[in-house]
Nanobody, 120 residues
Framework: VQLVESGGGSVQAGESLRLSCAAS????????LAWFRQVPGKEREGVAA????????WYPDSADGRFTISQDNAGYTVYLQMTSLKPEDSAMYYC???????????????WGQGTQVTVS
């Protein structure tokens, strides 16, 4: 399974970004995809997760509705739409995949290289 993130960049507070995660490899393994983010010195935190076969989604309890995870019809690309971005959203954003339903746990087997988001 290979995961390639894109769509990061530098934006002003209040703007939006859409991150993409292009997934390839055995589709049987990557039933579940998730987005995580990490800033230096802090643990990686789950932002959103999705079950590719059923479309069910998960968000952390602290979510405020600004982020939305979705997938394309073929299930090969997963998106993270981020709106009303804040400086505290600045982080490296990672895509992760697994066969099991880990929701927002950090034990995903497959990870991308990440895409940087900077909000000023």
């Amino acid at each position: 399974v290979q995961l390639v993130e894109s769509g990061g960049g530098s934006v002003q507070a209040g703007e939006s970004l859409r991150l993409s995660c292009a997934a390839s490899g055995d589709p049987y393994i990557r039933n579940y995809l998730a987005w995580f983010r990490q800033v230096p010195g802090k643990e990686r935190e789950g932002v959103a997760a999705i079950y590719l076969l059923g479309g069910h989604t998960w968000y952390p309890d602290s979510a405020d509705g600004r982020f939305t995870i979705s997938q394309d019809n073929a299930g090969y690309t997963v998106y993270l739409q981020m709106t009303s971005l804040k400086p505290e959203d600045s982080a490296m954003y990672y895509c992760a995949a697994d066969f099991y339903n880990l929701q927002l746990g950090r034990s995903y087997a497959y990870w991308g290289q990440g895409t940087q988001v900077t909000v000023s």
